[in-house]
């Protein structure tokens, strides 16, 4: 599967979304390393906060199903601009690999391939937790 075609499947599940409040589409594909895809939308909710962006509900869909080894994830919005992943996202993307390619895409041909380390420089992880005492 090509970067093209992984943004591709994005704008596919992007005709999904559900964002009667924002009125702002988003889709998402993540490739695996054995080469399976899983899509996600945004999906919105009357309780603001129990919306979910579409980089996560593809990962949560992925990671569901018993996949963690993430090669991939190409997001796309309905703007003109690259739509990059919101903090919670990005926390989210770390927790499944730090070399997970993010592709940003305006279209299949316009595309910025960004890392998270990247985008969530000194991040907290699994490493800090390992540090910690309990509290004793
Ligand atoms: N949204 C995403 O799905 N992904 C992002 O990376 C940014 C924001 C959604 C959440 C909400 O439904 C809408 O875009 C506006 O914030």
Partial sequence: MTYE???EKAMEAKQNAYAPYSGFLVGAALLTKEGKVYTG??????????TN????TAIFK???????????????????EYIYPCG????????????IKIIVARSEHDFMI???????PNSFSFSNLKKTDGGL
Avoid at 41 to 50: L, P
Avoid at 53 to 56: F, H, Q, V
Avoid at 67 to 76: L, T, Y
């Fill in 62 to 80: 992925a990671v569901s199903e018993g996949e963690r080894n993430i090669e991939a994830i190409a997001i796309v919005g309905n703007s003109d």
């Fill in 41 to 50: 939308c945004n999906i919105e909710c009357a309780s603001y906060g129990a």
């Fill in 114 to 120: 960004h890392t998270i380390n990247n985008l969530l």
């Fill in 5 to 7: 075609e992984l943004i």
């Fill in 88 to 99: 919670i996202c990005r926390q989210v993307i770390m927790e499944f690999g730090s070399r």
């Fill in 53 to 56: 962006c579409a980089e996560r």
